[in-house]
């Protein structure tokens, strides 16, 4: 009896199996006859979505041949599939990526230059027009242009007004503008009857932005943590140094932040301030305003520049995105193609998600006028710099956030922390 | 002199030297082409790819170009790297805080089988529900109780941030993997009490042992191999455990809940660091088959 | 005192009442996943571990299966799960019958090897695997998902400790009818193996079904990803979206949990006897 169960049941899984086969292979070779299929992978933020669904959705109408299949994929997970699936001979055919990533896919050859003439210009001098000297620079890889600038950001410097008026100041003109004035804000914050838990969420838990607050800190003390070059590090300098030391002490002397607040895989640093849990926050950069006015709408906020040392005026670390094809793309003309239209729609990122793709047209443009708060923003960009190109950015990214938090969660002092870190660092440095 | 000639033998009528060499070389070509296939399969990808893992553990390599040899310079750098440690260490912590509540779970849940008659089938069917239900399944629906405003935190009106906090992420995951995996240990330690005699434990209430006694004196002890046989499994399971920390906390927070296999997927796929992630992935195969090696003998003894 | 016999079916009540609170401490993430499934997203959160939620929905189910591919992670998953049982218990019946009956130069290597393989980790071999199915050409199709699984080292040690219990007086007389060794295979050993063969190929089909980390080395579009990895990808992209993530999630894990519970007393029977998963 069991026998005959066991067989009924095989063979009807073998059936449906065998119609499956039959099914995905016909809609397979349908689906080459007549269409192109372009796979674009982007990384996880809701507000870009949406605007590039509506925008997808306009270029399939416009161009019936083209399918696009959209797929967001949650940030951490980005490199490990980009990587195993070019390194395997497939991959998307576009996908959006964080700008210091890419050196590790170009040093192994798996990103395409450029295509000027699909993307619609005459050369690389034109193309680079389009861009400050920095961005241009921050996309480009020995000599060659292998990305599309697609989001350029800087962290800003943003406090709740309502908290600093329970403490008696004025956000105005209490805006901290030293490393010290936010120690002793910050406690004033905290001490406030019905006060902040925090006086500042700081970021954590996040190699990519965790490596740019620290670069940007060694900036204001002295010098980056590599050479431009990526073939030297300065991890372990007096500069780097002070800047970690700086930020231990805001957490552990101080003690105006608590790391077991977060940020975690769910709450970013910025969220905390949001929901009024942090009364400042060092990270956000202008595509944090539409989250603000959607998500934490009866928040106060007042925003500015980067707190420093005052040895100089370095702000917060450029950081962007870019969107690049992989070499084992076979549309990649087509690829390029998009690539033009979605950068051509920078309006729509920039009204929609608050998300300026980096372009002088946009930064200049009368668009910008009706965002609160645009000067500071536009300030920001000229302050800061690109962390170096990277080939071992991951790698190199997660030792000093293994540093950082040995420093900010265990208390270990910061020269101790940075020299274990360049030791680490020394064999992963660009050839 | 020592002419061997045909000896009867027990089973009856011999055939001649030669017929049975002919036969046994038949045997033998039957024998080999019913293993050969599947042994192929096996060879091809298990056990050529564990000598390739050796062979990378001694290279560098990014997945382009070749490898170049560098000798023990992998085993070296893993040696200082502090996340290998805390990824030891991790597992180890995995390891003991899933077998030993898993362990003292299953004791219990098995007493109460054993005294149940009937319906022993239906308890069973549930207990091992959450070991049938996709990892990946379970990882997301208790990925939304721990949320902060979640389920879990309201019903016991906490506001633990279960996943923000390091040690709290860590139990998290240590709930996820005993409720998991309670059901397969409770079958294991419920198959053993089965096994026991029954006249032994008769006879001692006869000769007025109360429960704890008998539990004490007689239970305990035969059942201690399954149990230790239970704390080996969880620690295997725990050196392989990667698709719930990377659902639910891709490692973090600050990698406490980085197992060692996590970490080797990252530093492979993500950092592409082959011949890195090759070093530990053969320290990863050592101590797997040490303790797969006492898991066989733990069960071999609790069969005597 | 109280008479004995009350004793006992007072505490047999005891057990089974323990018994039943554990099975519901159990159930209850599944049973409040079933219910957040048809709750409305906004409300998951805030309608608690037992409370029912305002109004029922099946729109999390309708949409959340409409969202992403999910018909063909649905179909993917089930090629090679039914390909995957199919090859192993083939090999498995095939090399445990070899192993347990023959006796032949090496065997004991041979055997020595398969209870190697069966002790290693996938993760210990993950890395050298992926180079080699990448050389082979085949990474992101069914060969690289299918084939490097089709033989369980598990299975062919399973079958062959059943078949060493098996007398062998069983066959002898066959042989001595002049029968050929495969007609003895097929007509004797494959009958008289159906109990663990069904066994085994349910452990099989459930550990295929369930398998996450190969997949996601190996599957690099949409038109191959398994239910395992479509479900990641779907809670990567729509983290706050309770409703639609549980549903989604419920409907993955059907197959096998009704598999399990159709074919629930062999497969608890075999993890009893052979003590290992």
Same mark, same amino acid.
């Given at each position: 009896m069991k026998n005959k169960r066991i067989t009924a049941i095989s063979s009807v899984l073998a059936i449906i199996a065998l119609a499956g086969t039959i099914v995905s292979t016909t809609s397979a070779s349908a689906s080459t006859k007549a269409k192109i299929t372009l796979n674009y992978w982007t990384h996880v933020n809701p507000p870009t979505q949406a605007v590039e669904k509506a925008l997808i959705a306009k270029y399939q109408l416009k161009n019936p041949n083209v399918k696009i299949n959209y797929l967001p994929v949650d940030f951490g997970s980005l490199p490990a599939k980009l990587n195993s699936s070019i390194a395997g001979g497939g991959g998307p055919d576009l996908f959006n990526y964080f700008q210091s990533y890419a050196p590790g896919l170009a040093s192994k050859g798996y990103l395409a230059a450029v295509d000027f003439k699909a993307f619609g210009v005459v050369n690389g001098t034109r193309f680079n027009s389009r861009y400050t000297k920095p961005i241009a620079d921050g996309f480009t890889w020995k000599g060659k242009v292998i990305g599309i600038p697609h989001e350029v950001s800087a962290f800003q410097f943003w406090i709740n007004n309502d908290h600093f008026k329970a403490a008696g100041l004025d956000p105005v003109a209490n805006f901290p503008k030293t490393w010290a004035d936010v120690a002793t804000i910050g406690a004033k914050l905290q001490s406030a #009857? @019905? @006060? #902040?838990?925090?006086g500042i969420a700081l970021s954590l838990n996040s190699t990519v932005r965790d490596s740019l607050v620290f670069d940007s800190w060694t900036r204001q003390a002295g010098n980056g943590l590599f050479s431009n070059d990526g073939k030297t590090s300065y991890v372990n300098s007096p500069a780097a140094i002070k800047a970690l030391q700086t930020w231990g002490d805001l957490v552990n002397v101080s003690k105006i932040n608590d790391p077991s607040l977060g940020p975690t895989a769910s709450t970013n640093a910025e969220d905390l301030f949001g929901s009024g849990t942090a009364a400042m926050v060092n990270v956000g950069g202008s595509w944090f305003q539409p989250s603000l006015a959607q998500t934490y709408s009866t928040i106060k906020y007042t925003v500015g520049q980067l707190p420093n040392f005052g040895i100089n005026q370095v702000g917060a670390d450029l950081y962007g995105f870019g969107l690049y094809v992989p070499v084992t793309s076979k549309q990649q003309a087509a690829a390029w193609k998009f690539a033009r239209f979605l950068a051509d729609n920078a309006g729509s990122y920039f009204s929609g #998600? @608050?998300?300026?793709?980096?372009d002088n047209r946009t930064l200049s443009s009368s668009a910008t006028a009706k965002v609160a708060n645009w000067s500071v923003f536009a300030q920001g960009f000229k302050r800061g710099y690109f962390l170096a190109q990277l080939v071992h950015y991951s790698e190199i990214s997660q030792i000093l956030e293994d540093a950082i938090q040995r420093v900010v969660i265990n208390g270990v002092s910061a020269k101790d922390s940075l020299a274990q870190a360049q030791a680490q660092i020394g064999p992963l440095l660009n050839q | 002199m020592r002419t061997q000639v045909n000896v009867t033998d027990l089973r009856g009528t011999f055939p001649s030297r030669r017929r049975q060499s002919k036969q046994n070389k038949r045997e033998a070509r039957a024998g080999l082409a019913f293993v050969l296939p599947a042994f192929t399969m096996i060879a091809l990808f298990v056990l050529l790819p564990s000598v390739g893992a050796i062979l990378l553990s001694a290279t560098k390599w990014y997945l382009v170009g070749k490898p170049s040899f560098v000798g023990m310079q992998n085993y070296n750098s893993i040696l200082i790297d502090p996340a290998f440690r805390q990824a030891l260490l991790v597992t180890f912590q995995v390891a003991i805080g899933v077998a030993i509540p898993g362990s003292l779970l299953a004791l219990i849940f098995g007493l109460l089988l054993i005294r149940v008659g009937r319906g022993v089938s239906i308890y069973q069917t549930i207990f091992y529900l959450p070991l049938v239900i996709p990892s990946i399944v379970s990882s997301i629906i208790w990925g939304a109780m721990y949320v902060g405003n979640g389920v879990i935190n309201s019903f016991f009106g906490d506001n633990i941030r279960w996943l923000a906090n390091p040690t709290w992420a860590l139990f998290a995951i240590l709930i996820l993997m005993v409720w998991t995996n309670v059901g397969y240990y409770t079958i294991l330690v419920y198959a053993g009490l089965q096994d026991l005699p029954q006249e032994v434990l008769e006879a001692s209430s006869v000769d007025g042992a109360n429960y704890w006694q008998r539990f004490r004196y007689i239970t305990f002890p035969l059942i201690r191999p399954i149990l230790l046989f239970v704390i080996v499994i969880a620690t295997t399971d725990a050196l392989t455990l990667f698709v719930q920390p990377y659902l639910l906390t891709q490692g973090g927070p600050s990698g406490a809940t980085q197992t060692l296999s996590l970490y080797i997927y990252k530093t492979a796929f993500a950092f592409t660091d082959i011949g890195k992630a090759s070093a530990m992935a053969v320290v990863l195969l050592i101590v797997a088959i040490s303790f797969a090696i006492i898991q066989f003998r733990v069960l071999r003894s609790s069969d005597d | 005192m109280t008479s004995p016999r009350v004793n006992v079916r007072i505490s047999r009540y005891g057990v089974h009442l323990l018994l039943i609170s554990i099975s519901f401490l159990i159930l209850l993430p599944l049973a409040w996943a079933i219910k957040s499934s048809f709750t409305p997203t906004g409300e998951v959160m805030s309608s608690g571990m037992f409370h029912l939620p305002s109004r029922l929905t099946g729109k999390n189910y309708s949409e959340g299966f409409a969202s992403a591919p999910f018909l063909t992670y649905f179909i993917n998953s089930l090629i090679v799960a039914v390909t995957v049982t199919i090859t192993t218990l083939a090999a498995s019946l095939t090399a445990g019958y070899g192993f347990a009956h023959f006796k032949f130069r090496g065997k004991g290597v041979l055997f020595a090897l398969v209870l190697a393989a069966m002790m290693m980790p996938f993760q210990a071999i993950m890395i050298p695997l992926f180079v080699e199915v990448r050389k082979l050409g085949w990474l992101n199709n069914f060969a690289g998902l299918i084939i490097p699984g089709a033989v369980s080292a598990f299975g062919i040690f399973m079958m062959r400790q059943y078949l060493r219990s098996i007398p062998v007086a069983l066959f002898e007389a066959a042989k001595l009818d002049g029968a050929s060794e495969f007609g003895i295979f097929w007509r004797i050993i494959v009958p008289l193996s159906a109990g663990p063969l069904a066994a085994l190929g349910s452990l099989t089909f459930l550990a295929s079904w369930n398998n996450f980390l190969w997949p996601l080395i190996v599957v690099q579009s949409q038109s191959l990803t398994t239910v395992p990895l479509g479900l990641a990808q779907f809670r990567g992209a729509n983290s706050t979206n309770y409703g639609q993530m549980l549903a989604v999630s419920i409907l993955g894990a059907l197959p096998v949990v009704m598999l399990f519970i159709v074919m629930r007393r062999r497969i608890v029977a075999s993890f009893a006897t052979s003590g290992i998963k």
């Open positions: #009857a @019905g @006060g #902040a838990k925090e #998600a @608050g998300v300026w793709l980096g | - | -």
